[in-house]
């Protein structure tokens, strides 16, 4: 698709709706475990293995930007990270 595309989206979609306020990722009591970086994420309760997750590296209900519990910066929710609101997705647990 161009930019001068003619698209225009027949999706009804108020957007008040589109304004998701999320939580910050010490709120959600998000951790990044870099231990568990190359490891299968599969299996284990990783930010990969939730419903909220939105590959490749971010959630729809916490925010990428700030620090986690311990401090650390990435910009980014990471799939080897985890937090309090962590909710199996069924179709990725092996």
Known sequence: ???????????KIPREAMQINKLTKSIAGYLELSAFRKSDHHTGY???????FIKPNHCAIVTD???DLHGNISNEIA????CS??????DEIK
């Not at 698709?1 to 999706?11: G, P, V, Y």
């Open 1 to 11: 698709m161009s930019i001068t595309s003619n698209f225009a989206s027949t999706q």
């Open 46 to 52: 990783f930010c990969y293995n939730c419903i909220y």
């Open 65 to 67: 930007e700030g620090q």
């Open 79 to 82: 799939p080897h990270g985890i």
């Open 85 to 90: 609101l962590w909710t199996p997705n069924n």
